[in-house]
């Protein structure tokens, strides 16, 4: 019979009561509305981190995980700005991450062949929720944009998120083609 043992953690209360207001608290301290650009930013990540877990429950794929991870990462960055008090201990993208991403765009690139058009979402159920994390990272990508344009962000963040698009993007063919569903191409003279 198993009997689980205690673990030694770090308790951290999830009812804290102290965004009944509507405003919440940055990793510096600082307080500010739930509806600001940054909270709305960690809000899509956290919503894109969620939908790959789905992905994850029904397809397993190694890259996801380390994406999943590296989404936190992204969080703490866009709830951190640059040179705060807390700067030192602050997780942040780095051009390791953006390299990462840009390797496995390059293998996914050579494996699918070449690209000569428009694709319509859709092909496998796990190709196409794969194209929805797609449009998740590019929404993320977007309101990382409108932070950008109120204080200064970390040099890699938009750039790694871009990538991090196109790598979805090359993973829902990828799946698709592996799962025997062909491509649609899109057609504009209709």
């Given at each position: 019979m198993f009997v689980a043992q205690p673990?030694?953690?770090h308790n951290m209360s999830i009812s804290t009561k102290n965004g009944?207001?509507?405003n919440t608290s940055l990793f510096d301290?600082?307080?500010?509305?739930?509806?600001?650009?940054?909270i709305d930013a960690i809000g899509i990540s956290d919503e894109l981190n969620a939908f790959i877990g789905l992905i994850q429950s029904r397809k397993y794929f190694d890259d996801f995980e380390k994406i999943q991870n590296e989404l936190f990462v992204v969080g703490a960055d866009i709830a951190t700005p640059i040179g705060t008090a807390h700067e030192s201990r602050t997780k942040r993208i780095q051009e390791r991450h953006l390299e990462r991403i840009e390797i496995l765009c390059k293998f996914l690139e050579a494996d699918i062949g070449p690209i000569n058009s428009f694709v319509m979402p859709g092909?496998?159920?796990i190709g196409s929720m794969i194209h929805m994390s797609r449009t998740l990272s590019?929404?993320?990508?977007?309101s990382v944009v409108k932070i950008a344009q109120e204080r200064e962000i970390n040099k890699f963040l938009l750039k790694y998120l871009n990538r991090l698009s196109?790598?979805?993007y090359l993973a829902a063919l990828k799946e698709n083609k592996?799962?025997?569903v062909?491509?649609?191409?899109?057609?504009?003279?209709i």
């Amino acid at each position: 019979m198993f009997v689980a043992q205690p673990v030694a953690v770090h308790n951290m209360s999830i009812s804290t009561k102290n965004g009944d207001n509507g405003n919440t608290s940055l990793f510096d301290g600082t307080r500010i509305g739930k509806n600001s650009t940054t909270i709305d930013a960690i809000g899509i990540s956290d919503e894109l981190n969620a939908f790959i877990g789905l992905i994850q429950s029904r397809k397993y794929f190694d890259d996801f995980e380390k994406i999943q991870n590296e989404l936190f990462v992204v969080g703490a960055d866009i709830a951190t700005p640059i040179g705060t008090a807390h700067e030192s201990r602050t997780k942040r993208i780095q051009e390791r991450h953006l390299e990462r991403i840009e390797i496995l765009c390059k293998f996914l690139e050579a494996d699918i062949g070449p690209i000569n058009s428009f694709v319509m979402p859709g092909g496998s159920e796990i190709g196409s929720m794969i194209h929805m994390s797609r449009t998740l990272s590019r929404k993320l990508e977007r309101s990382v944009v409108k932070i950008a344009q109120e204080r200064e962000i970390n040099k890699f963040l938009l750039k790694y998120l871009n990538r991090l698009s196109d790598y979805f993007y090359l993973a829902a063919l990828k799946e698709n083609k592996e799962s025997g569903v062909g491509e649609k191409k899109v057609y504009f003279d209709i």
